[in-house]
C-alpha cells in the first residue's frame, strides 16, 4: 500500500513537506494517513518548522525502511534511540529531529493511531550553549559595508535599506522580507517600522535615523510608497528594475555574500549577522540586555545573551597576558 492506493491529494501531501507518504504510515491505513498529514498542517503554522520537521521525520521513516521496520507497532523506545545514536547530525540538529519524532507519535497517540509514544523515554543529547556561533561584525565593518552600497542604482538603494532596517532593529531576515509598504509609517513625528516575527508576534520599533533615511531614499527612488499593501524589498527583474514579487530570504543571502566580499568581510557573513552585529553595538555603547531583548522580540534574555559578544575584546587581552 502507497500514498497512490490511499485517497490523500497531492497538494496536501505538498503542503505537509512530502512527494509520498512514508511506507510505513501507508501501511496502517487511511486513518494513520490522514492523521500524519494533519500534524504537519494543522499543528504546525511555521513554515520553516513544518519543512525542517517534515525532513526530519522523512530521514527517520528512511532509517526504519532500511532497518527492516515495516510496521508503526515495531516502532519502540530502543529502535528509536538506536537511531539518536548513530545520527550523524550535531547535537542541536539530532534534538530537533528527536523533538519532531515525539511530538508526532503524541499526535499518533491522541488520534488513536498507536497506543503509546515510543519517543517519550528516548532523551536527547546534552547541548548547553552559552554563546552563539552567529558571525559577527565590528561596528566600524557593518559601517563599512553600508557605505560601500552604491547609492545611484535602485537595486543598491533596497539593498543599503533592508540591512539598515536588520541592523537597526535586530529583525530577522523572514520578517525583513515580509514587510509590506505600510510597514514602515509614521507615528507622531517619529517613523517606525513594523516587523511580523515569527510565532505571529507583531512587533513595532522606532526607525533609527539611518534607517529612516535609508528607507526614505529607497522609497523615493522606487516610487512604491503609495502602494501600502504591495511588498516593500522587491525583487529585481533582468534589467535591474522592481519587480511586484518580494525577496526571498535566498535572495537576501546572496545579496549579503555578494556584498561582504565587495567590501572584504568575512564570507561567514550571513543573514543572522546583523541581528547579532546590532544587538552587540546596542550593548556595547551602554544598552541594556533587557532593552536589547524587547527590542530583538526575544522571550528570554538568556536567547538575547547568546548575541552579546561584548566580552570577545576583553577575553583575547586576556589570553594576550600569558607571555611564554
Given at each position: 500500500m502507497n500514498s497512490d492506493i490511499l485517497p490523500i491529494p497531492s497538494r496536501n501531501l505538498q503542503r505537509a513537506g512530502f512527494s509520498e507518504l512514508p511506507a510505513l504510515i501507508a501501511r496502517a491505513g487511511e486513518q494513520a494517513a490522514w492523521r500524519f498529514i494533519e500534524f504537519f498542517t494543522a499543528t504546525i503554522r511555521n513554515k520553516n518548522t513544518r519543512a525542517a520537521y517534515a525532513e526530519a521525520v522523512h530521514q527517520f521513516f528512511c532509517w526504519c525502511a532500511k532497518h527492516g521496520i515495516q510496521e508503526?507497532?515495531?516502532?519502540?523506545?530502543?529502535?528509536?534511540?538506536?537511531?539518536?545514536?548513530?545520527?550523524?547530525g550535531a547535537a542541536p540538529t539530532i534534538k530537533q529531529h528527536l523533538?519532531?519524532?515525539r511530538m508526532l507519535f503524541d499526535w499518533l497517540v491522541t488520534g488513536q493511531?498507536?497506543?503509546?509514544?515510543?519517543?517519550?523515554?528516548?532523551?536527547?543529547?546534552k547541548h548547553v550553549v552559552k554563546r552563539g556561533k552567529t558571525p559577527v561584525l565590528k561596528a566600524d565593518q557593518a559601517r563599512a559595508l553600508l557605505d560601500s552600497i552604491e547609492t545611484n542604482t535602485i537595486v543598491g538603494l533596497r539593498d543599503r535599506a533592508l540591512?539598515?532596517?536588520?541592523?537597526y532593529t535586530f529583525a530577522?531576515?523572514?520578517?525583513?522580507?515580509?514587510?509590506?509598504?505600510?510597514?514602515y509609517y509614521q507615528n507622531g513625528k517619529r517613523w517606525w517600522i513594523r516587523l511580523h516575527e515569527k510565532g505571529g508576534k507583531r512587533h513595532e520599533v522606532p526607525a533609527h535615523h539611518n534607517a529612516e533615511a535609508y528607507m526614505d531614499a529607497y522609497l523615493a527612488a522606487a516610487g512604491i510608497a503609495a502602494d501600502k499593501k504591495?511588498?516593500?524589498?522587491r525583487s529585481v527583474d533582468k534589467h535591474r528594475q522592481l519587480t511586484e514579487n518580494p525577496m526571498t530570504r535566498t535572495d537576501v543571502l546572496r545579496m549579503i555574500k555578494r556584498r561582504a566580499l565587495a567590501a572584504g568581510l568575512p564570507y561567514s557573513t550571513c543573514c543572522h549577522t546583523f541581528r547579532a552585529t546590532g544587538i552587540t553595538?546596542?550593548?556595547?555603547?551602554?544598552?541594556?540586555?533587557?532593552?536589547?531583548?524587547?527590542?530583538?522580540?526575544?522571550e528570554s534574555p538568556r536567547t538575547t545573551k547568546l548575541y552579546d559578544r561584548t566580552g570577545d575584546e576583553i577575553t583575547l587581552d586576556e589570553v594576550e597576558r600569558i607571555v611564554i
Open positions: 508503526l507497532h515495531q516502532i519502540r523506545p530502543v529502535v528509536i534511540a538506536s537511531y539518536i545514536e548513530q545520527h550523524p523533538a519532531a519524532i493511531i498507536v497506543p503509546v509514544n515510543p519517543a517519550s523515554s528516548v532523551r536527547g543529547p540591512l539598515g532596517v536588520m541592523c530577522r531576515v523572514s520578517a525583513t522580507v515580509g514587510m509590506r509598504v505600510e510597514d504591495s511588498p516593500l524589498f553595538a546596542f550593548l556595547e555603547n551602554g544598552g541594556t540586555i533587557e532593552n536589547a531583548q524587547a527590542i530583538a522580540a526575544h
